[in-house]
């Protein structure tokens, strides 16, 4: 805590916190669109889908690119959650203020917390059962899918909304775009991502009732 309350005097310190923040969040949404973008080619089909799985490996983009957001993702959480409230009484504090202020940029915050602190539960199960699971194989995550299809819908939902609306925060904190253009921008990559991804789960979960 002490060490914590030093971090916090120091305003360079925390331009150093927030610049990694910035650059791991705007990292893990770029991966994680593109995340989708991989996984949708199931909708062309099984041959699509396993021939790019087996090029990302034949040219060591996985077995290099796996570890990289593993890194990239830990230290997004050390630098996004270093000022989540930890303690009952701080996060009471931080409700009212929220009920209180009533703004929507308010509460956008709170459920980026609520959220991220979900996601990286989710998602550290997800990789597990990816790298335990390899090669990645459209049979193979269609049987996980059909499995566990309620656990990868929370997922996509809550991972798409952390990302539609945390990159939305962050240009808006550092001021590099409008708020409201930026605000239909981020809702229309979101619905479409959002989109491929519900159509993905739904044809892999067939998939995997079918094999």
Known sequence: MQAHKLVTRNPRAELYYDLVELLTGVMLVGFLWTHMI????????????????????DYYLSYTGIP???????????????????RYQEQKVIWRHAK????????????????????????????????????????????????????????????????GFGIYRQFVKWGWFPRKPLGYVTKM???????LGLAALWVMYKLGGAV
């Open 100 to 163: 209180m202020l009533g703004g929507t940029d308010t509460w956008i915050w709170v459920f980026q917390v609520i959220t991220g602190a979900a996601i990286f539960a989710l998602a550290s199960i997800h990789m597990w059962t990816v790298i335990t699971g390899w090669p990645i194989r459209a049979v193979t995550s269609a049987d996980r899918m059909h499995a566990f299809w309620w656990f990868y819908l929370v997922l996509l939902l809550l991972g798409e909304y952390h990302a």
């Open 38 to 57: 991989f996984v949708a080619t199931i909708l062309l089909g099984i041959d699509v889908f396993d021939a790019l799985s087996r090029a990302l490996d």
């Open 68 to 86: 990289i957001i593993i890194l990239v993702f830990i230290m997004h959480v050390l630098t996004a959650g270093r000022r989540i409230p930890t």
């Open 189 to 195: 990559i979101t619905a479409i991502i959002l989109t």
